[in-house]
């Protein structure tokens, strides 16, 4: 016959072994969250460096593809063969309009600069040096450099701002020096310096 003493043995080791088990169990849960909550803090360094990462390239593209005004003028790309052969047609394109024609700086009631573009018509048969030969034809149009417009000065071919393009104009009008101008409504959106065209008297 089973002792009181050993049912007692019993019920406490019986007692102790479910404790232990409870122990381990606990033990496994909290390791368990531990690793989770670990693999969720990976999770979101990945996400989070990804957006950065995004955020970086959308920059660079952006900043790439931005015209070019004051402060950009060290783009690479911009060079004055792409804005004779590809932006020009770009622009018109879109709907710009090509006007010919010697400039001058004023300013307006506001004090803001603008240009007085004294309009020109080339003749379509160039001269036997290369040139062509350019008449007066319209009135005179005032006009606005937009703030990312493009500017070639000089034959030298130099791609400036439009702020040190307005500085570049002379301050005594000079109509033998002319100019390919592209521009919507009031805004010239490029302006490129041309030796090709000439005045009559000037042949």
Known sequence: MTSIKSIE?????YYNRG?????????SVCDYQKEGWENHMKKHHLYSSIAL???????LLTACGAPMGEGSLDNGDITYEYLVEEYSDMLLT?????LIGSVELSTA????????LH???ASSKANDDGTYTVSSYAINRVLYLADNAYAVCGEEETILGDGEFLLSIPDEFDDSIMYDVYAM??????ILHNPLYVL???K
Not at 19 to 27: D, G, V, Y
Not at 53 to 59: A, N, T
Not at 94 to 98: I, K, L, M, V, W
Not at 185 to 190: A, G, N, P, R, V
Request: with cysteine; proline share 7%; net charge negative.
């Open 9 to 13: 043995n019993w019920i406490l080791q």
């Open 19 to 27: 404790k232990k088990t409870k122990e381990i169990h606990s033990n």
């Open 53 to 59: 990462l995004l955020v970086c390239l959308l920059g």
């Open 94 to 98: 879109d709907g710009a309009e090509h």
């Open 109 to 116: 009631e506001d004090g803001a600069p603008q240009i007085i």
């Open 119 to 121: 309009p020109k018509e």
């Open 185 to 190: 409504e009031d805004q010239i959106l490029l």
């Open 200 to 202: 009559p008297e000037a």
